[in-house]
């Protein structure tokens, strides 16, 4: 796979396969993602595998938090608002998602249920959690982006999906202490990780994007 298929390939995937992932690879991937470049090479990242029983134990403390809508904490905050356009595109993602696997718009419990599987980490047998210490500012987030981004464009040289979740922040305390992380690192992003399930209607959703125009400027 060259780096345009790559790229233009990748997709969020959520429903995985409960296969595990073969020793030594997840090392490979996180090796080669630390090429990452950072703000003067300060490379911010800090990363947790998290597989077996502890993924186990840590997404039943999780599911039960969001499935009795226990207020979020995240440490980076989730923003109240969006602008109009950007607002616009993220509901219709949702709306499309929810085609695809027929659930109507006014039924609150399977779109529930559809938002909790993020805490079952789609099935996933391997979840990563990517932390940053709490005096960093937004340039480390940026590092954070770019290092997810090689892990997820890594991943498919080896067979596997992932996917990217904010959710996955919602409760850093819980995360920290199943993970024994203290309190001076803030919780950037959860990754799943594992082999898609392709069968999986949800893994048929093609997310839109935006045509150039509508974000590029030439001079
Ligand atoms: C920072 C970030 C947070 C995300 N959070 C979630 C999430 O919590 N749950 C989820 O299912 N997908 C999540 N996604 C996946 C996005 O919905 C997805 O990237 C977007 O719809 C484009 O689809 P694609 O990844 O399939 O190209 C997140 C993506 C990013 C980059």
Redesign the pocket.
Known sequence: MNIIEAIEN???I?TFKPDPIPDGILEKIIKTAGRSPSYTNTQPWEIAVVRGKTRDDLSRNLYNAASSDTPITPDIPKPSTWPEELDRRSKE?GERRFKVLGIERDDAVKRKDLRLQ?FKFYGAPAVLFIFIDKGLSEWSVMDI?MF?QSIMITALEYGLGT??????TNYPRIVKRHLNIPESKRLA?GISIGYPDNEALINSY??ARVEIEKFTSWY
């Open positions: 990748r997709r969020s959520r993602h993020n982006g997810a996917c990217p979740q904010a959710v996955l992003l093609r997310s």
